[in-house]
Nanobody, 124 residues
Framework: QVQLVESGGGLVQAGGSLRLSCAAS????????MGWFRQAPGKEREFVAA????????YYADSVKGRFTISRDNTKDTVYLQMNSLKPEDTAVYYC?????????????????WGQGTQVTVSS
Protein backbone atom coordinates (compact mmCIF):
# COMPACT_ATOMS: atom_id res chain seq x y z
CA GLN A 1 0.00 0.00 0.00
CA VAL A 2 1.01 3.54 -0.72
CA GLN A 3 -0.56 6.55 0.95
CA LEU A 4 -0.53 9.84 -0.91
CA VAL A 5 -1.25 13.24 0.61
CA GLU A 6 -1.48 16.35 -1.54
CA SER A 7 -0.97 19.89 -0.34
CA GLY A 8 -0.43 23.36 -1.75
CA GLY A 9 -3.79 24.05 -3.34
CA GLY A 10 -5.63 27.31 -2.87
CA LEU A 11 -7.10 30.39 -4.49
CA VAL A 12 -4.97 32.38 -6.90
CA GLN A 13 -5.58 35.07 -9.50
CA ALA A 14 -5.19 34.37 -13.18
CA GLY A 15 -1.54 34.61 -14.16
CA GLY A 16 -0.38 33.54 -10.73
CA SER A 17 1.48 30.45 -9.58
CA LEU A 18 1.01 27.57 -7.17
CA ARG A 19 3.17 24.62 -6.25
CA LEU A 20 1.46 21.39 -5.35
CA SER A 21 3.21 18.71 -3.33
CA CYS A 22 2.34 15.07 -2.86
CA ALA A 23 3.99 13.17 -0.04
CA ALA A 24 4.06 9.39 -0.25
CA SER A 25 4.40 6.82 2.48
CA UNK A 26 4.35 3.07 2.52
CA UNK A 27 6.24 1.20 -0.13
CA UNK A 28 9.39 2.36 -1.88
CA UNK A 29 8.52 5.60 -3.64
CA UNK A 30 11.09 5.29 -6.40
CA UNK A 31 9.46 2.22 -7.95
CA UNK A 32 6.37 4.20 -8.95
CA UNK A 33 5.60 6.36 -11.90
CA MET A 34 3.88 9.40 -10.43
CA GLY A 35 1.13 11.42 -12.03
CA TRP A 36 -1.10 14.41 -11.49
CA PHE A 37 -4.70 14.43 -12.66
CA ARG A 38 -7.47 16.97 -12.20
CA GLN A 39 -11.23 17.02 -12.18
CA ALA A 40 -13.35 20.11 -12.68
CA PRO A 41 -17.02 20.24 -11.66
CA GLY A 42 -19.19 18.36 -14.11
CA LYS A 43 -16.20 17.05 -16.04
CA GLU A 44 -14.29 13.80 -16.16
CA ARG A 45 -10.94 13.39 -14.49
CA GLU A 46 -8.15 14.30 -16.90
CA PHE A 47 -4.43 13.74 -17.11
CA VAL A 48 -2.18 16.70 -16.28
CA ALA A 49 1.40 15.44 -15.96
CA ALA A 50 3.47 12.39 -15.11
CA UNK A 51 7.07 11.59 -14.29
CA UNK A 52 9.01 8.36 -14.55
CA UNK A 53 10.51 6.50 -11.61
CA UNK A 54 13.80 8.35 -11.46
CA UNK A 55 12.55 11.47 -13.17
CA UNK A 56 14.22 10.91 -16.50
CA UNK A 57 11.00 11.25 -18.46
CA UNK A 58 8.11 13.66 -18.08
CA TYR A 59 4.76 13.83 -19.81
CA TYR A 60 2.27 16.69 -20.04
CA ALA A 61 -1.21 17.36 -21.29
CA ASP A 62 -1.19 19.82 -24.19
CA SER A 63 -3.29 22.22 -22.13
CA VAL A 64 -0.56 22.68 -19.52
CA LYS A 65 2.62 22.20 -21.55
CA GLY A 66 4.97 25.12 -21.07
CA ARG A 67 3.15 26.33 -17.96
CA PHE A 68 3.34 23.36 -15.54
CA THR A 69 6.41 21.42 -14.44
CA ILE A 70 6.37 18.07 -12.69
CA SER A 71 9.34 16.97 -10.60
CA ARG A 72 10.14 14.48 -7.88
CA ASP A 73 12.54 14.08 -5.00
CA ASN A 74 12.99 10.40 -4.24
CA THR A 75 14.98 11.22 -1.10
CA LYS A 76 11.88 12.93 0.28
CA ASP A 77 9.28 10.60 -1.26
CA THR A 78 7.59 13.62 -2.76
CA VAL A 79 6.36 14.68 -6.19
CA TYR A 80 5.69 18.29 -7.11
CA LEU A 81 3.65 20.19 -9.65
CA GLN A 82 4.77 23.74 -10.27
CA MET A 83 1.94 25.63 -11.95
CA ASN A 84 2.65 28.98 -13.57
CA SER A 85 0.55 31.34 -15.68
CA LEU A 86 -2.58 29.86 -14.21
CA LYS A 87 -5.86 30.29 -16.03
CA PRO A 88 -9.46 30.08 -14.77
CA GLU A 89 -9.84 26.86 -16.76
CA ASP A 90 -7.18 25.28 -14.53
CA THR A 91 -9.68 25.37 -11.67
CA ALA A 92 -10.19 21.81 -10.45
CA VAL A 93 -9.44 19.32 -7.74
CA TYR A 94 -5.92 18.05 -8.36
CA TYR A 95 -5.06 14.45 -7.55
CA CYS A 96 -1.72 12.80 -7.13
CA UNK A 97 -1.44 9.15 -8.19
CA UNK A 98 1.12 6.35 -8.20
CA UNK A 99 1.49 3.68 -10.84
CA UNK A 100 3.45 0.45 -10.57
CA UNK A 101 3.57 0.40 -14.37
CA UNK A 102 5.73 2.51 -16.64
CA UNK A 103 3.49 2.05 -19.67
CA UNK A 104 0.81 4.55 -20.63
CA UNK A 105 1.49 7.19 -17.95
CA UNK A 106 -1.35 9.32 -19.30
CA UNK A 107 -4.00 6.71 -18.54
CA UNK A 108 -5.73 7.00 -15.17
CA UNK A 109 -6.47 3.27 -15.26
CA UNK A 110 -2.73 2.59 -14.99
CA UNK A 111 -2.56 4.12 -11.52
CA UNK A 112 -2.92 1.98 -8.44
CA UNK A 113 -3.01 4.56 -5.66
CA TRP A 114 -4.62 7.98 -5.39
CA GLY A 115 -4.53 10.87 -2.97
CA GLN A 116 -7.58 12.64 -1.64
CA GLY A 117 -7.11 15.69 -3.84
CA THR A 118 -6.44 19.37 -3.29
CA GLN A 119 -8.57 22.21 -4.61
CA VAL A 120 -7.08 24.76 -6.98
CA THR A 121 -9.22 27.78 -7.81
CA VAL A 122 -8.08 30.40 -10.31
CA SER A 123 -10.06 33.63 -10.36
CA SER A 124 -10.30 35.83 -13.41
Amino acid sequence: QVQLVESGGGLVQAGGSLRLSCAASGRTFSVYTMGWFRQAPGKEREFVAAISRIGGSTYYADSVKGRFTISRDNTKDTVYLQMNSLKPEDTAVYYCAASASYYYPRRSTEYNYWGQGTQVTVSS
